[in-house]
């Protein structure tokens, strides 16, 4: 039995940084057409995790798809698809991304499947409470926590970069300016944070200790960079100096400082257990199953998150093979990503078969056929 992981569903040809998170629309229906035509049978987490302590009554057409982070094409595209072939999913949500708008944009069956009467307004964003709210009580999407951030945070006292508004570092807008996390997609949020801002190295909220740089050495950094206002950007050299600089001041003058114990534990403590509270109280249910973002933990979020009372967790990718006992009470969940993109010599190309999600599902069950026309593809992308 396979658990699939999406994320965005339609908006893989926008404007959006992030848009090879997305898969093809028409890509994604052909998969829920073959799914339907040959009487698979998509289960919400409650059903997995059953299954996991009665294995015999697993068969080779039980199916679990999933989709991570909230985006509002999930509402759009996803649930009017799945309702529409008679399949179900599971969205993992972080509370600090619900768009507080209180009506429902619009979705595919507001246009009678039309996607062309729909705006970007209606694609590109996060997910609603109202609208979270109907899927859920839908029988058609089940939502459970992908903790309440979904935050980066610096992990040390190495500076690898300068802040000059590049895409990768969007997250620290998140950081600058919580309360417009709803809008980072649709609104230009570099100006939320200053350039010349230095990069410490960096990683997934609940995966670290969080390193607070020395407000001093920040301004420094600003002060640095902004000798450079009139050529643009310092070039690569000039920038290795600014860092190099700061790195000597942070060594002698401004080390910063990492969260304590408490810290710690009181930060990922609001990540699982207040994400927790939240989602229940606003959709009147129990929350029993946690996505890690990114596949970003460690063994004290393990433990807090089974405190919390979650049922299972999500697998990180790097951990998939290896051995986890599935017999014990809490329990971890193993994924596949699905795309609608291939890497080819470092760059990512639209994937042009229409059953090229149909293909990468039977790929992942090991199937030779469909490995051999994926790398076929590839090679003739």
């Known amino acids: 039995m396979k658990v699939l992981m999406f994320h965005s569903i339609g908006n893989d040809r926008s404007s959006w940084h992030r848009a090879f998170l997305s898969v093809n629309l028409h890509q994604f229906e052909t998969f829920c057409q073959y799914l339907q035509k040959h009487k698979y049978q998509t289960l919400f987490l409650d059903e997995w995790f059953y299954l996991q302590d009665n294995i015999h009554k697993i068969t080779k057409k039980h199916i679990v798809l999933t989709f991570d982070d909230g985006y509002l094409d999930n509402w759009t595209f996803a649930y009017p698809l799945l309702k529409k072939y008679g399949l179900k999913g599971t969205i993992f949500i972080n509370p600090e991304f619900v768009d507080p708008i209180e009506q429902k944009r619009k979705n595919l069956e507001d246009t009678n499947f039309n996607e062309g009467l729909?705006?970007?307004?209606?694609?590109?964003?996060?997910?609603?409470w109202c609208e979270l709210k109907e899927m859920d009580q839908s029988g058609v999407m089940d939502i459970q926590s992908h903790s309440m951030s979904h935050n980066w945070f610096f992990k040390s006292n190495k500076i690898i970069d300068l802040y000059h508004g590049q895409k990768e570092y969007d997250w620290m807008a998140w950081i600058e300016k919580p309360e417009r996390k709803p809008y980072h997609i649709s609104e230009n949020q570099e100006t939320f944070v200053p350039q010349g801002y230095p990069i410490f190295e960096n990683d997934r909220a609940l995966s670290l200790r969080r390193y607070f740089p020395d407000k001093k050495l920040v301004e420094e950094g600003r002060k640095l960079y902004s000798q450079y206002v009139n050529k643009n950007q310092p070039s690569i050299e000039e920038e290795s100096i600014i860092i190099s600089t700061l790195n000597d001041l942070i060594k002698n003058k401004y080390p910063g400082r990492f969260e304590s114990d408490e810290e710690v534990k009181n930060r990922y403590e609001y990540e699982l257990i207040e994400s927790k509270r939240i989602l229940e109280d606003q959709l009147n249910k129990k929350i029993d199953f946690l996505c890690w973002p990114g596949?970003?933990?460690?063994?004290?979020?393990?433990e807090i998150?089974?405190?919390?009372?979650?049922?299972?967790?999500?697998?990180?990718?790097?951990?998939?093979?290896?051995?986890?006992?599935?017999?014990?009470?809490?329990k971890r969940i193993p994924r596949f990503g699905m795309g609608s993109f291939v890497y080819k010599n470092d760059k990512i190309i639209p994937a042009k078969?229409?059953?090229?999600?149909?293909l990468s599902y039977f790929a992942k069950s090991n199937s030779f056929w469909a490995k051999a026309i994926l790398k076929l593809q590839k090679i003739f992308s």
């Open 353 to 358: 078969l229409k059953h090229h999600l149909v």
């Open 118 to 128: 729909l705006t970007e307004y209606d694609k590109l964003g996060f997910l609603s």
């Open 295 to 302: 596949g970003g933990y460690n063994d004290l979020a393990i």
């Open 305 to 330: 998150s089974k405190r919390a009372g979650y049922k299972a967790s999500t697998l990180a990718s790097k951990e998939k093979n290896h051995n986890f006992d599935n017999t014990q009470q809490y």
